[in-house]
């Protein structure tokens, strides 16, 4: 295992006598530490000193009777990768995974990285316990890696090379999941505006009886599994495969099962049976990557991961433990429209969210992969962009790099002779263009006046100038409207990416004023929800 250096380490588990000796002895077998823990309610919390990079060591306990040990234990640094799919994507099924996880372990930077994978069980019981029993954490090889996460894997990768020790990923994410399901019952509760959630899931239980619900759901495992089946096979087989077509010849899809204290949707779920049982196991911080499944309720995400931060840090015991978010890539649905004559337009609400807490949230930073994103895939296959830049937040905020880490990003806009002049963060030297598409700069860029109706931009100048003390980069106008009050970038959910600094880190998209009166128009859940 990898155990976190600098940092007092938690040692926890269960035990059925009074107390434990916990100790950790250098490959020679002298003794580096040693501390004792009574057992309260049949479990134990020890602590053993902080540490600096090193190892191989052997960690013991022993309650007097049965004595246990971990071999091959060192002190590096310990991320946990959480959130939903596009983290837990595995490094097999990304952009040249197959390859990658083939030489998985070939040289010295991989023989760095462990990977420990929170067992995925949705409700805590028998199931549950089997899988921790056989859960463990694991060498980079090819008959392991490929089963990790893309973005966990590369992240860990950047660190373990840059920084020259052993890094650990404890992966604790599971597709298709709201950030709701990773935050308790009481701290859903406790927010008027985040108890919508819980009551919203009491109401969906409502009367019914266990027994009843357990028939239900046992009778949709059973179904699932067969229409999986015969699915998986028709997309294996059909010459032009689609998803209506599956539907209208095996029926509807019952994914994810019917709700209830089995179904891993559920608000509070997973942070009982899955985040909770991996802590307060000493981390260095957080990476997360998730949205996709809460961008029904845009506006409200803010302030849902705001709860969800708050949580895992005041449960880990460290107000100031880093947290580096993924910005959503760009994406559009298969099934994405115009509705009403207007774009879905919910994605950017999530980004702007995201982007929005590293003014307000300490030690909370953002990196931003849009354009990593693809069209009809939810689940892009380039990971390695992906954790190469959260790679770089956390070198350069956490670890202290000289590196630059951030892309350019909206900072303050002032409107003269009906043009919107727009001043940059963290583009230093101007931006550049990208542009493989036919699409011109201007499909970019919106404007609007006092009646908050945007239009496309007729004119857009990427050129850095600078007056009373100011540099702005951007100036925009239209030749339809005389007096713009609003300018905003890229508010879609999908596009080409074009504006770069001279690192290669987009621009994140903006909005000039927050109210500006944008609404998000539909969602691939159906509509927007306010609550």
Not at 67 to 93: C, H, P, R
Not at 254 to 264: C, E, I, S, T
Not at 465 to 490: A, Q
Request: hydrophobic share 35%; with cysteine.
């Amino acid at each position: 295992m990898v155990m976190q250096a600098g940092k007092e380490i938690s040692v926890f588990g269960r035990c059925d006598k009074e107390k434990i000796s916990v100790s950790l002895k250098d490959e020679n077998g002298n003794f580096v530490a040693s501390v004792e823990s009574f057992v309260l309610s049949d479990t134990f919390m020890a602590h053993l000193p902080a540490f600096s990079y090193g190892g191989p060591y052997v960690l013991t306990l022993d309650d007097g009777e049965e004595t246990v040990s971990f071999k091959d234990v060192y002190i590096g640094e310990v991320w946990l990768a959480g959130g939903q799919s596009n983290m837990e994507l595995e490094l097999q099924n990304s952009y040249d995974g197959r390859n990658i996880t083939a030489m998985a372990g070939s040289d010295s930077i991989d023989k760095n990285i462990r990977f420990y994978y929170t067992p995925k069980v949705a409700y805590i019981g028998e199931e549950l316990f089997k899988e921790e029993e056989k859960s463990s954490w694991e060498l980079c090889l090819p008959e392991t890696a490929g089963r990790w996460s893309a973005v966990g894997f590369y992240f860990a990768r950047e660190l373990a090379k840059r920084l020259d020790c052993k890094v650990g990923i404890v992966g604790c994410n599971w597709g298709g999941t709201s950030a709701s399901c990773w935050i308790s019952r009481e701290y859903l509760l406790a927010d008027e505006k985040l108890k919508g959630y819980i009551s919203r899931y009491d109401d969906a239980v409502r009367g019914l009886s266990e027994e009843d619900y357990l028939k239900e759901y046992e009778d949709y495992l059973v179904y699932q599994a067969e229409f999986d089946k015969k699915v998986g096979h028709y997309y294996l087989t059909a010459e032009n495969p689609n998803w209506d077509e599956a539907i209208s010849l095996f029926g509807e899809s019952k994914y994810p099962g019917p709700m209830g204290p089995r179904n891993f949707t559920r608000p509070a779920g997973l942070y009982e049976s899955m985040l909770k049982r991996v802590m307060p196991y000493t981390l260095k911080g957080f990476i997360y990557y998730q949205g996709e499944e809460d961008d029904n309720r845009p506006y409200l995400y803010g302030r849902l991961l705001t709860c969800l931060i708050k949580q895992w840090r005041d449960d880990w015991g460290r107000d100031d433990i880093p947290f580096i978010n993924t910005m959503l890539p760009v994406f559009l649905d298969e099934g994405e429209k115009e509705t009403n004559n207007s774009p879905w337009g919910n994605w950017p609400f999530i980004r702007e969210a995201q982007l929005n807490l590293t003014k307000s949230v300490k030690n909370y930073y953002v990196a931003v992969p849009l354009e990593t994103g693809e069209y009809h895939n939810i689940h892009p296959l380039d990971k390695k962009t992906v954790g190469y830049r959260l790679s770089l937040q956390a070198l350069k905020n956490v670890y202290g790099y000289d590196t630059e880490a951030d892309g350019p990003s909206f900072g303050s806009c002032d409107i003269k002779d009906g043009l919107v002049r727009i001043s940059l963060e963290n583009a230093v030297g101007g931006l550049l263009i990208h542009n493989d598409s036919d699409e011109s700069i201007e499909c970019d860029f919106e404007i609007a006046g006092d009646d908050g109706i945007y239009i496309p931009a007729s004119d857009v100048n990427i050129n850095d100038f600078e007056e009373n003390g100011i540099t702005y980069n951007i100036t925009v106008s239209s030749d339809r409207i005389k007096d713009p009050k609003y300018v905003r970038y890229f508010w879609k959910n999908y596009g080409t990416v074009k504006l770069y600094n001279r690192e290669g880190i987009p621009l994140a998209p903006f909005r000039t004023d927050k109210n500006d009166g944008s609404k998000a128009n539909w969602s691939r859940q159906g509509r927007i929800c306010e609550d």
